[in-house]
């Protein structure tokens, strides 16, 4: 069993930053990051393999958005840079034991999430 517990979101201006973390219980996987905006599906925001030498982006946030981790505080983060209204979402870390994916049911284990708010 994995426990994900999400930290970092906040209300940030457009072109604001904000780094979200995703601390892990257990043994890690790949992990991925994903996000839901009201009335919206969830949709993949990307993703990175355990060893963190394989990494995909959604082409949204492609050139922003950073993913980076560290498997001996066995954290994922999450670099925003450039932030957009658009991003405004609930973003939810996942983690899986398989490849890097950008289906949801690639991912066994799912954080509550944490809120990001963009104001324009």
């Known amino acids: 069993q994995v426990q994900l517990d999400e930290s970092g979101g906040g209300l940030v201006q457009a072109g604001g930053s904000l780094r979200l973390s995703c601390a892990a219980s257990?043994?890690?996987?790949?992990m991925a990051w994903f996000r839901q905006a009201p009335g919206k599906e969830r949709e993949f925001v990307v993703a990175?393999?355990?060893?963190?030498?394989?990494?995909d982006y959604a082409e949204s946030v492609r050139g922003r958005f950073t993913i980076s981790r560290d498997n001996a505080k066995n954290t994922v983060y999450l670099q925003m840079n450039s932030l957009k209204p658009e991003d405004t979402a609930v973003y939810y870390c996942?983690?899986?034991?398989?490849?890097?994916?950008?289906?949801?049911?690639?991912?066994?284990?799912w954080g509550q999430g944490t809120q990001v708010t963009v104001s324009s």
């Open positions: 990175i393999s355990w060893s963190g030498g394989s990494t």
């Open positions: 257990g043994r890690t996987y790949t």
């Open positions: 996942a983690a899986g034991p398989y490849g890097m994916s950008t289906k949801r049911a690639g991912y066994y284990y």
